[in-house]
C-alpha cells in the first residue's frame, strides 16, 4: 500500500459501549485514511482508571472488527504511557509551563459560578499560579493532593482552519489554565490526547464538536513541546429527529445491541457514511466503495439527524444483498436445531429477502414447520368471503399437481373462476395467516404439500 502520508486515528475511552456517534467517528477516519492509502490507528483512552474497564476495551475492539473498520499496527493503551507522559510532563516543568494547583473541586465549583454570576466567561482564576515554596508546603500540608495546571499566555490568540467548521480563533486570555496531570498522577485528555497524536504521526483528526473548544489548549500544548499538532475537523452531532439529544428514548442502541439485533454492517455504515456527510451516491456500497467516495469537504456544520426508519431502508437493502449462504448462517439462531441442512438452506433462500431482522424469522418457522398461527380479523373476513369450495378446490389442485404452481393455479382458476387478487389472497392466508409474504410455490415445498392440503381442507367445510 502506496501511503500519501494520511494518518487517522479512533481514540475512545473505554467507559462504555460504543454507540453510533463514536461509531461514526472511528468510520469516517478510516475512509479518510483508506480514500488516501494511508493508515488508521487505534488508541484506547484508558488513563480514568475508575472508570475504565477492560470489557469495554473488549467489546468496542469487537465492534469495529464487525463493522469492518480494521486498524494499522498495535493498538495504543495509555494506560501503558505512563513514562512518555512524565517525561513530557517533566519537559513542561523545567520550562515553567506547568505548576502544582491544590484547589478542591468544591472551590473551582464555586469561582466557576461567580464567574458566570458576574457575566464572565468561566476560566481557573489562577488561585494557585504564583504560590511560592513555601504556600505550596501550607497547601501539602493540609493534605491537598496538586493536579498540575498549563500556564497559558495572558496575551494572543490561537488560530487553526477546522476541516469542517473553517477558521478559528481563540483568545487566550479567554483559555486559562488547565489541568495536563490529575492528582492521582494521571495524565489529563488534553495533555496526553495531542501528545500521543503527534507522537505517532497522527496527521487528521475527525472527532465530536464537542471537543470544538479543546483544540486552541492541544495547540498550545503542542506549541510548548514542539510538536506537530494534527488537522482537525469537528463533526456535527447525531441528534434525534427532533433535533434533541439522541438517547435510548429515540431509538438509539449500542452496536452490541445492533448487532445482536441482527443489524447488518453493511446497512450500518452507509447510513452512518450520510449522517453529517453529503453525498450523491445512494446505492448501497461495500466500505472501498465509501472511501472512495468520502470527501470532509462534504462534511456539514449542521446536526446530523438520526433516523430509525432510514437504518431500516438500508437493512433491508443489505439483506436483499445476502447470498443464499449468507443469509442462512444471518438466521441460523431462529431456526429450528433438529431442520437439515437442505431445509435450511432452501427456507433461507425463499425468505430472507422479506425480512428485516432475523427474530422476523420466526413467525415463518412456525408457518412452514409448526402449526398456523391464527387469522386476524381482515383474514377471518376473507376466508370467508372466498367460501368453503374455493378451499376444497385449491385442497385439490394441490393433492393432484404438487408443487408445480403454475397447474395448482390453473386447476383452482378453471375450477372456481376466480383469478388474480380474488385467487391468490385468500390462498395465502388460509396458507401462512398473512396477506404479503414471500412467494406461495417455494413456501409451499418447504413446508409439503401435505400440510397445505390440510390447512385448505380445514377450511372447505
Known amino acids: 500500500m502506496s501511503s500519501t502520508g494520511t494518518i487517522t486515528r479512533f481514540a475512545p475511552s473505554p467507559t462504555g459501549e460504543l454507540h453510533l456517534g463514536n461509531a461514526r467517528t472511528a468510520l469516517f477516519n478510516w475512509l479518510l485514511a483508506r480514500r488516501d492509502g494511508g493508515r488508521f490507528l487505534l488508541r484506547i483512552e484508558d488513563t480514568d482508571a475508575e472508570r ?18 480494521g486498524w494499522d499496527g498495535e493498538v495504543i493503551a495509555q494506560s501503558q504511557r505512563g513514562a512518555v507522559y512524565r517525561e513530557a510532563l517533566d519537559k513542561l516543568e523545567r520550562a515553567g509551563r506547568v505548576y502544582p494547583c491544590y484547589c478542591t473541586p468544591l472551590e473551582i465549583e464555586v469561582s466557576r459560578k461567580s464567574q458566570l454570576a ?50 478559528q480563533r481563540f483568545e ?29 504521526g497522527v496527521t487528521t483528526v475527525l472527532r465530536g464538536e464537542d471537543h470544538l473548544s479543546n483544540t486552541p489548549r492541544q495547540l498550545l500544548i503542542a506549541m510548548a513541546l514542539e510538536l506537530r499538532a494534527p488537522t482537525y475537523g469537528h463533526l456535527s452531532l447525531i441528534t434525534a429527529a427532533d433535533g434533541s439529544p439522541l438517547s435510548k428514548r429515540h ?25 453529517g456527510h453529503s453525498s450523491d451516491l445512494h446505492d448501497l456500497l461495500d466500505l472501498q466503495a465509501l472511501a472512495a467516495g468520502f470527501n470532509p469537504a462534504h462534511l456539514v456544520r449542521s446536526p446530523a439527524r438520526f433516523d430509525p426508519v432510514q437504518l431500516e431502508v438500508w437493512q433491508r437493502q443489505a439483506v436483499h444483498a445476502l447470498s443464499p449462504a449468507e443469509a442462512l448462517e444471518w438466521m441460523r439462531p431462529q431456526l429450528p436445531a433438529s431442520l437439515d441442512a437442505a431445509s435450511a438452506s432452501a427456507f433461507a433462500a425463499v425468505l430472507h429477502q422479506n425480512l428485516l431482522l432475523p427474530t422476523d424469522a420466526a413467525f415463518w418457522v412456525q408457518v412452514v414447520f409448526g402449526e398456523l398461527p391464527a387469522h386476524d380479523a381482515e383474514g377471518t373476513a376473507l376466508i370467508a368471503a372466498a367460501g368453503p369450495a374455493f378451499f376444497g378446490a385449491a385442497a385439490a389442485a394441490i393433492r393432484t399437481h404438487g408443487t408445480d404452481w403454475k397447474a395448482v393455479t390453473a386447476a ?15 390462498l395465502r392466508q388460509a396458507l401462512t395467516a398473512r ?3 414471500p412467494e406461495l410455490a417455494p413456501l409451499i415445498a418447504l413446508m ?8 385448505l381442507e380445514r377450511l372447505s367445510s
Open 52 to 69: 475504565s474497564k477492560p470489557e469495554f476495551t473488549k467489546q468496542l475492539m469487537a465492534d469495529l472488527t464487525w463493522l469492518g473498520l
Open 118 to 167: 458576574s457575566g464572565r466567561p468561566p476560566r481557573y482564576a489562577g488561585t494557585c499560579r504564583n504560590l511560592n515554596d513555601t504556600q505550596r508546603a501550607a497547601k501539602l500540608a493540609e493534605g491537598r493532593k496538586p493536579t498540575l495546571r498549563f500556564r497559558s499566555t495572558e496575551a494572543g490568540r490561537v488560530e487553526f482552519v477546522d476541516l469542517v467548521h473553517g477558521e
Open 172 to 200: 487566550c486570555a479567554d483559555i486559562g489554565d488547565f489541568i495536563v496531570q490529575r492528582a492521582d498522577g494521571s495524565a489529563a485528555f488534553f495533555f496526553s490526547n495531542v501528545l500521543d497524536d503527534a507522537l505517532s
Open 251 to 275: 431509538g438509539a442502541k449500542s452496536l452490541r445491541d445492533l448487532r445482536e439485533q441482527g443489524y447488518l454492517p453493511k446497512a450500518l455504515v452507509n447510513h452512518l457514511f450520510r449522517l
Open 412 to 426: 383452482i382458476r378453471e375450477q372456481t373462476g376466480r383469478k388474480g387478487p380474488e385467487l391468490f389472497k385468500p
Open 435 to 437: 396477506r404479503d409474504g
Open 448 to 455: 409439503t404439500p401435505a400440510r397445505a392440503i390440510a390447512r
